[in-house]
């Protein structure tokens, strides 16, 4: 499995991030994925996931209306875009997959292959 997450940053409250995690042809292609967070002290938590034929995508409430998860196939990339940004928004965040080829969305434990994760700051 070979998934890179890309595209944190430090940004002010109220400011907008979009990531990025790009994928092997075969980590991608027929595959669920999702973006889960992880902040200091605390344990991995879901934030949104998206089917494999982009039919279907799922948020935490702490992001609904907020964040807008995207797939694009053709180049085996998924992006998280984040706006209206908060300081409980900071976390270390991850893509993961998982790695069951056309299946429905799993719940969020069945997420089990990740990437290396990046790291989002937001300044109050």
């Known amino acids: 499995v070979q998934l890179q997450a890309s595209g944190g940053g430090l940004v002010q409250a109220g400011g907008s991030l979009r990531l990025s995690c790009a994928a092997s042809d075969s980590t991608f292609i027929g595959y669920n994925m999702g973006w889960f967070r992880q902040a200091p002290g605390k344990e991995r938590e879901f934030v949104a996931a998206?089917?494999?034929?982009?039919?279907?995508?799922v948020y935490a409430d702490s992001v609904k209306g907020r964040f807008t998860i995207s797939r694009d196939n053709a180049k085996n990339t998924m992006y998280l875009e984040m706006d209206s940004l908060k300081p409980d928004d900071t976390a270390v965040y991850y893509c993961?997959?998982?790695?069951?080829?056309?299946?429905?969305?799993?719940?969020?434990?069945?997420?089990?292959?990740w990437g290396q994760g990046t790291l989002v700051t937001i300044s109050s």
């Open positions: 998206i089917s494999w034929n982009d039919y279907d995508t």
């Open positions: 993961g997959t998982d790695g069951r080829k056309w299946g429905r969305l799993p719940p969020a434990a069945g997420y089990v292959y």
